[in-house]
Each structure stands twice: as C-alpha cells, then as structure tokens.
C-alpha cells in the first residue's frame, strides 16, 4: 500500500528549528532546516542522525526545501550540508536565496565572534552550501527528477517567502512555511489554488489567536510610541532585520510625515541600508500598491528613519530605536534594553512571537527581574508592551488556507502543543477531514490510494463517449477493453486491437441448440410467434425479425425449422457465442418452456 | 488539429491553433510598417512637411491632392498613421479560449482583438511582458494622441484608386482593414485580462490541454510556449535568442520531443552580427560625438536599448566621452528604466549575482547616478532647458513617423555633422527615411537583431528534433534580396510545411491516444496474464466516467440486489442484465485435455 510519512524533527509541537521529512512516492524530502533560538547547546540544530546513522545523506534525500530566510527555517542549512554532509540540491526562491547567507553571516558572527563558540560553520561554508541552491520561481513547476515535482506559491509572511507543493505522480503534499493570509503595508496575502493534497502541512503559531483589525493594532501601536515620545521616553523595538522592521518603518514613517514629528527615528546595524535595498529590488515581491507606485514613490526610501550608532542610545531626549534581534536573545538589541530598561519612561514593545528562554519571552511572561550574565540581575522597569505584528496567520487565516487548498488531511507544525490541540479540533470539525500533530521524531503515516494512468485508444474512448450521450445515458454503461502492459507502459485498448497488435487470433466459440416445439404451422408463423413472444419478455434489448426468417435477440441467432419426421413439431435452432453466454442459455430455457397459447 | 495563420508578418505573428477542445491564439502581433506610408506626425509644427506638394494622377487629376503628398519622388498618405491587424474574418475571435503571448513585441494587436472581437477568454503573459508591453503601448498612444490630427484619409484605400497609385501604396494589402491606434482605455482593458505567468509553471487549459512558458532568451521575460496534451507536444518558437544579453538564457531542452514545432520570430537581418554591430555603433557615435556633432538614435523605449547603454556605460571613459550628455526621451523612459531594475528573476546569471548583493543589475543606474544619462518624457519640460549639444539621444519611434524622434529628424537632418544610427530593425531605414529626403545629416544601419538565424536555428532543430516544423513561407526561400543565398533558409527534413496570411494547415498528426484514469478498487480486480514474455493482459469492464476532459475508469457497480426483500432464485429466471466480459479466447487449444474433459462430464 502506497503511503505517505511525515516526521518532525523540529517544530514538531514546537515554534523553532523547522525542519520535517516527508517521504511520498519513494522520495524523500526535508522541508526546511532551521535553528532553535532558545537554545545553545545540540538542541539548536535538527538531530540529522534521525535521517541515517552512517550513510551519506545526499543518498537518502531527494531534496532540501527552503520556505523563508528566517533562522529558524535556514539557520541550520550550512551546518547539514557542509558539516554533515549533503550534496543534493537545496530549493528556495530568488529573494531568500539572495538574503538567506547574509543572515547566516551574521549568525556565524554572533555565534562564534561575540559568544566563542568553536566548531560552528564558517563563512566559506556558507557559500559552498549557497551554492547548492537551486532558485525558483513562483508558480514554476519544477522537476527534481522524472517523477518528483515541486511548486512555489506566495506566503507573505517575508519578503521571498513561499508555499511548496511537493508532488508525485497524483500525490501531493503541501507545505506552507510561515504565511500571512492578510495583505499588509508591505507584502500580499498568501495565496494557493484548489489544488487538493493529500496532505496540507500548515504553521500553526497563532492557533487559537483570532486578531482584531489590522487598523486596531496598528493605531495602537502608533498611540503609545507617541506617547512615550511625547513624555520624553525612549522606545525600544526590537526586530529581526529583515520582515517587520519593513513594515513598522513604513509605519512610522508615514505617521511622522503626517504628525510632522521630531524625535529621531534610528535603525541599528549596518544591514538596514542593504535590507531596504533588496526590497527595492525585490519589488514585485512585495504588495500591489507598492509594486505599482513605485516609479513615482519607492516605499522603502525612507526620509525620517536613519541609521543607528552606539553612541547615540546615551543621547538626551526622546528617541525610537530599531534594533536586531527581535526576540532580545543578543547582540545590540539586548545591550541597548539593558541601557534603557531601568527608567520608567522608556519603553520596549515586542512586535513578535517570542521563543521560550529568550529575555524577550521572560519579559513578556511578567518577569521583571532578569538574571544576566555573571549572576547581575537586572531590575526592568520600563514600560513592556507586546503588539503582534507577525505575518503569521492567525486561526481565522488557517482555516482559510485550508479551505482553500481543500486537503485530504492537515499536519500542525510550528506551534505550541496546547494551542494545536483546539485548532486541530477545529479543523476536524470544520472540514471533517483528519488532522495530525506529531511531536519532533514521531511519525504521521497516511496510506494513499493512487490511480493509475494509462493510454487509452481515442477510438475506444470516443465510441464510449458517444454512447455516453444517449438518452439513457443515466444507467451506469459498461466499457470494455483489454489493457496491454509492457514494461511500465499501459494502454488499453479495445479488445480486438489488441489481439491484432499481439498477433495472436482470436477463437470463436458458439454454443448451438435445438428445442423442440410442438407446433403444427408453418416455419415462417413460428418464427413470428417466436418472435412475438421474445419481444414481449425481452423489453430492453433488441429483437428483430430477419427478412429471411430468422429471428435475432442481440447477436442470438434463432431459425424455425421443420422437424423431419414429425410434422407437427418444430425445430428451433438457436446460436450464441461465448461472449452472449448467460443471454443465450436463458433464452433457450425460455424457449424450451414453449410459446405462450393464443400467441399469434 | 489546425493552425490558423492570421499575419503575414514572420516576426509579428499571430495564429490561431485548434488542438483536441481548445481554441489557442499564439501571439498577436501589430505590423506596424504601414505606417510608413504615412507622413511623419511632427511634434511641432514643421513648415518642411506642410509645404508638401499634393499629389497628382499622370492626366494631372489632383482630386487626391489633400491626402497624398509627395516628397523626393516618394508619395505619403496625409492623415493619422494606421496599422495593419491579424486577419479578424478567417476564423470567429469570439471562439478564441486564450491568448499565448511570447514577448512584448508580439502583444501590440491585443486590444483590437480583446476589445472588438467578442473575445471572453484569458491571455497568458509573463509579468515583465505585461509591465514593459504596457510601456510600450502607453508611448505609441501617447506618441499619436498628443498630436491630434484632423485629417484622416480614406479615399486611396478605395480599390479603384489604390490601383492608380504609385508603389509602395499600390502594393499596400488588406488597407481597408487599416485602423488607428487604440487609446488608453481600450489598452487598460486588455491588459486587465491578461494572467501572468512564471517560466516552466504548467497552466491548465479545460482539464484537456496544458500550456507552459519557457524562457527564450531574446527579451525580458520573453517565452517560447509548450502545447500539449499527454500523447501529443506542440512547441511555439516565437522570438528566441542564444546569445547571452541581459535575460535569462534560452530553455531548449523542453522543446525536445515535440510533434510540431512552430517557429517564428527569426533574426529579420540574418547576414549581421549583432556584436559587430554594437561595435559599430559605439565607433559612429564617438566618431560623431568628437566631431562636434549629435547622434540621434530612434529606438524602442526597452530591450536592446538596455544592452546598448550598458556598452556605452564601459565604452565611454576610454573613448572620451564622459562629458557628452546621453538623453533618453520618452513617455515611459523612467518607468522603463526602473522597471529594468526589478525583474531580477528573469534575468541572466551576472545580472542575478548583482541583484544578490544587493546591487542594480544595470549599469544605467550609476549612469543616471553620476547624470551622464537623462531621461525626460518629452522634449518639451525640463528638457529643453537642460539640453546641450553635442549630444546623443535615444528616443522613438523607430519608424520614424511620431514621436519626438520626428522633431530631431527635422532639427539636425539639414547638418551633415549630425548622425542618425538605426538599430531596431523592425523597419527598413531608407524607407523610414523617405519623408525626410533630401537629407544631409549621415544615416548610419547597425541593426542589433539578437534573435535566431539559420545556422543557429538549423542547429536548434537537430538538438529538439521536432517531427515537423511549421514556419511562415519567408522561411523556406531565401530572402528576395539575396536569392542566392541558399544558407538563409530553413532547411529540415522533412521539409517545414510554410504559411501565408490568412491560410489554414491542417497539421500533420493524428491522435491515437488519451489518458484515462484506473481507481485503485479496480485497478485491484484487474488479473492480468502473461501473454508473451514480458507483455501482459487483462481485461477490463468498468464504468466510464468523464468530467472536465478527465476520464476515469471505475468499478462496474455490484448486481443489485432484487428489491421487494423476498429472495428470488437467481438463474434463468432472471434476464441476465449486463453483459459480463468473457476472456477473449486465443492461444492453442489443448486438444488432449478437452476431450478428456468432455468424457468425464456426467451427461454423456
């Protein structure tokens, strides 16, 4: 029986180190291959001894899938396939194949310049494994060999993120990364066809989140930046470089404009003029507004917002401060909270989920006195708030997905356990489909029953089809043929074709059979009677009355003939082949029961 | 399966395929030549061109005088320029199911035949094809609608007179059916028709037929077209390219295997090397230049021009010219030059390494950056106050009939220190010149054609080996000009069936098989017998189902069990109901075996 398993190794139950095989058809492949930002030890990376103790892993994978640039979907890519080992190709689109190695970069730096770490992959790792890259294009089917296909449908979520239909011959999973089913400031809604997988495995990040309005949220966030503004306070948001920092600058940009306000704008690193750089390159990426104006006005030249120096988080007076990275695990947004979370009148708001360990998640959680590096504890006292910006969808958005793709089955990854449980129900209610939420390393095996393709001659297709259009065409009719299979190619073709192609002749069989009837007219009236009374009994199929006297039922042949020595019986001679068996031996027992009397 | 030729144009095509259900148009092109039958739309009003005599029968009738002119022996019609459209009669446009477009060049017809045929269907274009035809549509509306002209002249198309005028009007066909240009509103509408598509992305026509775009090399995402069914492949070459310029690389691979291959869109200058003609150009534009004089270049406002000012960008430092303004003048000259920027996809490998970095993939952004290269949407504006001369400009149209390249031609045609070079070659140069004679300022034709020639495509056929090819019939003889020339002709086995304008092929092949498919339940209930050594059969009674142009075969359904709930006697009580496929008998007969049968049977 044909099947399909899928095994988490990350975000199996979890948010992080994304990273899930699925076997389909005889190929494997590994969808995604992400980092866990809240650890630091083994765990951070996907365990790729689950795939094969000692062999290469180039030999068990047919493919390596990228849906987005985000570490927790890419981070682990050079270590698998420069320190592990994989030399098979590694699909992802233009965007992330552009921006994916700077963010590993930066990865790298952090991991091994600023924390020490030894036997981390190094930059040249990055570019041999980038090289490994195959980049798509959206909508473009691509074949990885003759029988495994893969697709690419826009997600939101990032720039460059995508969905991949991953397909086998009529089957087909579906994989949706991280998506964002609402259009926002910067991007498009995720969008896919009625393409009916077999399987959907979907993100599950906001499972039991129904958001407000986008509108809502976004005056909101407005309000209290310009609040804490307003009082002289500074305000720390942190951000991934790449993603929401796009969108809430557009924000505030705008609103500056608008409000005509002062206070300073900062981005930190030195990646914000490039990031912007390639959302101006990357435009069609992006949503339609800004795709069509971007000839008078490119959305991503930003007049109020500058770049960020280390000097300046101890200037006077109110500021906003961008700073990387977003859940405040490290780097300068970290150093930069440490500065600032002592004075009441600052601020940090948390534009996106936070993984479990950072301080970004304690904070959230109401803790308020963080224990740093070397036993310091930290007193917060700032203002926290947290505003979901994250282009992921929330629960309404799943079920849109969902109904949108029409799956067979639905797989949760990327969420939290509890919250998978009530939208896992709801799916099940919903679509009464089956809906699966494996834990990292267990796996989720779903049999399929594929048809099968085969070549049918056009000139048995059409004599079908054309008795298909009449009038009773309602009644289920019957098509026969002979299917040829040679090698693994199959035709079916009428029976008589195929014995021609084989050069083999075909046998006639035919049953013959007198019955004897007491009669005493003539041959031609019996005939008649005959006739009459088969037509009578045999009201759907064909009898007719042969000008030479015979009689025929379908193919059945009846004669009436004198008896030799008894005039006053009669000899029927009826004649069937072997393919009008059941019709020919009742008729005949019909027969032998007599003709109704008074039949003329 | 049928192919309906509708343009006569080889390199502006439009045809119309019928394969199994499907009515597909392949491209749409506009031939645009006949304009220059026209005169020159001048953006200011130019003594030269209103002083123009009329024109005169030999018996000194001059009844037509008000819309022919005459101009250094050549005679032009006074009126708005018209186009020649695909044949509209040929075959009803309303039954058309979609519209395949190649390139920008090829999808200049669009509006006239989804906004006045009937047309309901869905075009298939590639979104740079989309973006930069509609630029190229905007210019050549905004070329002839800014210039309003009262007159428009019919009275030479009437078939009595146009028999009396001198050639080329003489020869002009299908005149009547001449239009003018289509406006703003009816483009938008066209173009809101149209779905875009990526490269290799498999669209599905009716369940019945499938249709893919694969790039071809020649234009910012311009494709060639695969048709097919599962047992049948037909290939649409339209406009390709091997040479590596800035888009991605021609796909020849998935042309293999193809029934019939279509090919259209050859290289219109087959004797020239489009390198060496680059070279030319830079050398006749710095040459000029030093001199003292302008260069005008009439152009497209996208596509070679990109390659040109990318070879200028590494040619003007060493030649000297750094000080020499470039000015590129059109409607869409800034759309078009940013548009070149974001299309990163679809470019070739260098340029995507650039976009990676990230960096603009063309060159001509430093150029505008350092402002060696201006650009303006008309020369009216800013332009006029920024101009210096000397100088080069690129601006339209190549036809030499409106557009701002008019006024230049006026302008800087009476110095032969100015220099005008050709490098589209949509339309031949003398002509375009002929509304211009006498004329002083140099003509210099490096026409830049980066599509197919025959070498290229003779190689091409050999790789794909298509079973037939179809091509227009300039194809299949050498060009009139040089007809010796037995090299500039396609030459295949067996030989590429041509065609004409308005001329129906039935296409050579015939559909033997569909694809059908077995439900794994029956699939299961199929017993198959070996029949010869690795050849099986089995035979197969099932119930035929069909929706959407899908067929598939399922279970026969289970006798139904007698109603009323008694139990009847199966048997020869009841009428046997649907035949039940008996084997089909073949093979030897054990001889020995049946006997041996017969006489162990209890009745005899």
């Given at each position: 029986m044909p099947e399909i398993r899928v095994t988490p190794l990350g975000a199996g139950q979890d948010v992080g180190r994304s990273c899930i095989l699925v076997s389909i058809g005889g190929k494997n492949v590994m969808l995604d291959c992400g980092m866990h930002m809240g650890f630091n030890d083994d765990r951070r990376f996907p365990d790729f001894s689950y795939i094969t103790r000692n062999g290469r892993l180039t030999d068990f994978l047919d493919c390596v899938i990228i849906s987005h640039f985000h570490l927790d979907h890419c981070g682990a890519l050079p270590y698998f396939s420069e320190m592990v080992g994989y030399d098979g190709p590694i699909y992802m689109t233009h965007p992330t194949q552009a921006i994916c190695p700077i963010l590993l970069e930066d990865y790298r730096k952090i991991a091994v310049d600023k924390k020490g770490e030894a036997n981390f992959f190094t930059s040249q790792m990055i570019k041999d494994c980038m090289k490994k890259v195959v980049a798509v294009h959206l909508h473009q089917t691509v074949q990885v060999d003759d029988e495994l296909e893969i697709k690419a449908y826009y997600?939101?979520?990032?720039?460059?993120a995508a969905m991949f239909q991953i397909k086998v011959g009529s089957e087909s999973v579906v994989y949706t990364g991280d998506y964002n089913m609402t259009p926002d400031r910067h991007l498009g809604a995720a969008w896919i066809d009625k393409c009916r997988p077999n399987l959907l495995i979907t993100e599950s990040t906001y499972a039991t989140t129904i958001r407000d309005s986008k509108r809502c949220r976004e005056r909101d966030f407005l309000k209290k930046v310009h609040e804490a503004v307003e009082r002289g306070g500074k305000v720390l948001i942190p951000v991934f470089a790449l993603g929401r920092a796009q969108e809430l600058c557009i924000l505030l940009e705008t609103f500056w404009e608008r409000m005509n306000l002062k206070a300073p704008i900062y981005f930190s690193t030195g990646l914000t003029e490039k990031a912007n750089h390639y959302y101006k390159l990357f435009i069609t990426w992006t949503n339609q507004k800004i795709r069509k104006t971007f000839v008078q006005?490119?959305?991503?030249?930003?007049?109020?917002i500058k770049a960020f120096d280390r000097?300046?988080?101890?200037?006077?007076g109110p500021m906003v401060v961008f700073a990387t990275p977003g859940m405040l695990h490290a780097g300068q947004s970290l150093q930069i909270f440490r500065k600032w979370a002592g004075n009441e009148k600052n601020m940090v708001i948390m534009p996106g989920y936070c993984v479990q360990g950072t301080v970004g998640h304690k904070i959230l959680s109401g803790q308020r006195k963080l224990e740093m590096e070397g036993r310091q504890v930290l007193e917060v006292k700032m203002q926290v708030e947290y505003m979901s910006f994250s282009a992921h969808a929330d629960a309404k958005g799943i079920m849109q997905l969902v109904g949108q793709a029409e799956p067979e089955n639905v797989l949760l990854v990327h969420g939290e356990a509890k919250k998978m449980e009530f939208l896992k129900q709801k799916i099940e209610q919903e679509f009464r489909v089956n809906c699966y939420m494996p834990a990292n390393g267990e796996t989720v095996t779903l049999p399929t029953s594929p048809s099968i393709p085969v070549g049918i001659s056009l000139g048995l297709l059409k004599r079908e089809m054309a008795q298909g259009l009449l009038p009773d065409a309602k009644k289920p009719r019957l098509l026969h043929g002979t299917l040829i299979m040679k090698d693994s190619n199959f035709r079916l073709v009428s029976s008589e074709q195929a014995l021609k192609e084989l050069g083999l002749a075909e046998h006639q069989l035919r049953f013959t059979c007198r019955v004897h009837l007491h009669d005493p007219r003539k041959e031609q009236e019996t005939a008649l009677r005959v006739y009459s009374h088969l037509k009578s009994v045999l009201k759907d199929h064909c009898v007719q009355h042969l000008p030479d006297g015979s009689v025929t039922v379908e193919s059945i042949l009846i004669q009436a003939a004198a008896h030799s020595e008894d005039p006053g019986t009669k000899v029927l001679l009826v004649s069937w082949t072997y393919q009008d068996e059941e019709l020919g031996s009742y008729l005949t027992s019909l027969l032998k029961k007599g003709l109704p009397q008074g039949a003329t | 399966m049928k192919l309906y030729c509708l343009s006569g144009h080889p390199t502006l095509p439009c045809n119309v395929l019928k394969f199994k259900s499907t009515t597909i148009m392949l491209d749409c092109g506009l031939d645009m030549t006949s304009t220059l039958n026209f005169l020159p739309l001048p953006l200011v009003q130019s003594p030269r061109l209103s002083n123009l005599p009329g024109w005169s029968l030999?018996?000194?009738?001059?009844?037509?005088d008000k819309e022919l002119k005459e101009c250094s022996g050549h005679v032009f019609v006074d009126s708005v320029p018209e186009f020649c459209l695909p044949e509209t009669e040929l075959i009803d446009l309303s039954t058309v199911d979609v519209i395949l477009i190649s390139n920008y060049h090829c999808m200049m017809a669009l509006p006239y035949i989804t906004e006045h045929t009937g047309f309901t269907g869905t075009v298939y274009a590639t979104e740079p094809t989309v973006q930069i035809g509609r630029l190229l549509m905007e210019e050549l509306v905004n070329f002839i609608e800014?210039?309003?002209?009262?007159q428009s002249a019919s009275l030479w198309k009437n078939k009595d007179i146009q028999r009396l005028l001198p050639s080329p009007l003489k020869d002009a066909v299908e005149v009547s059916t001449w239009r003018r240009c289509y406006t703003m509103q009816e483009v938008n509408s066209a173009l809101s028709k149209i779905q875009l598509v990526g490269y290799s992305q498999k669209i599905e026509l009716f369940g019945a037929v499938q249709v893919t775009p694969l790039s071809?090399?020649?234009?910012?995402g311009s494709s060639n077209w695969i048709i097919q069914s599962h047992y049948e492949k037909v290939s649409y070459v339209s406009g390709s390219s091997l040479l590596t310029t800035h888009p991605q690389p021609m796909d020849q691979a998935s042309l293999k295997n193809s029934d019939v291959l279509v090919l259209t869109g050859l290289t219109q200058i087959p004797t020239a090397n489009p390198d060496g003609m680059v070279g030319e150009f830079c050398s006749n534009l710095a040459l000029t230049v030093r001199n003292g004089g302008n260069v005008l270049v009439p152009c497209y406002p996208s596509g070679v021009i990109y390659d040109l000012l990318e070879c200028l960008y590494q040619y003007i430092d060493s030649a000297g010219l750094s000080n020499i303004p470039f000015y590129f003048i059109s409607p869409v000259a800034n759309s078009s030059l940013e548009f070149s920027q974001i299309f990163a996809e679809w470019l070739c490998h260098n340029k995507q390494t650039k976009v990676y970095l990230p960096e603009p993939p063309f060159p001509h952004a430093e150029l505008i950056q350092t402002n060696k290269l201006k650009h303006y949407p008309s020369l009216h504006g800013d332009f006029s106050s920024d101009f210096r001369q000397p100088c080069v400009v690129f601006t339209g149209h190549p036809s030499l009939r409106f557009g701002d390249v008019v006024h230049f031609m006026e302008l800087w045609g009476k110095s032969s220190l100015n220099t005008v070079i050709f490098t589209e070659p949509d339309f031949s140069y003398l002509e375009a010149l002929a509304p211009y004679q006498p004329l002083a300022m140099k003509c210099i034709y490096c026409p830049i054609d980066t599509r197919l020639n025959f070498i290229q495509v003779s190689k091409l056929l050999k790789e794909v080996q298509p079973l037939h090819v179809v091509c227009p019939e300039q194809y299949t003889q050498p060009p009139p000009a040089q007809s010796h020339r037995m090299d500039l002709m396609i030459d295949c086995q067996p030989p590429a069936m041509s065609y004409r304008r308005a001329e129906v092929l039935a296409l050579p092949f015939k559909r033997r098989y569909e694809k059908i498919e077995i439900m794994p339940e029956l699939a299961d209930s199929l017993v198959p017998m070996e029949i010869k050594p690795g050849i099986s059969l089995a035979t197969v009674s099932a119930v035929l189902h069909t929706k959407d142009n899908k067929h598939v075969l399922q279970p026969p359904p289970r006798p139904a069990q007698p109603a009323g709930g008694k139990k009847r006697k199966r048997g020869s009580d009841d009428i046997p109901d649907c035949k039940v496929l008996k084997p089909l008998l073949s093979g030897s007969i054990p001889v020995e075996q049946f006997v041996q049968a017969l006489e162990k049977a209890p009745d005899h």
């Open positions: 997600a939101g979520h990032v720039l460059g006005r490119n959305m991503f030249e930003f007049k109020h000097a300046f988080a101890d200037n006077p | 030999k018996d000194g009738n001059a009844f037509l800014r210039v309003p002209k009262a071809s090399g020649y234009a910012l």
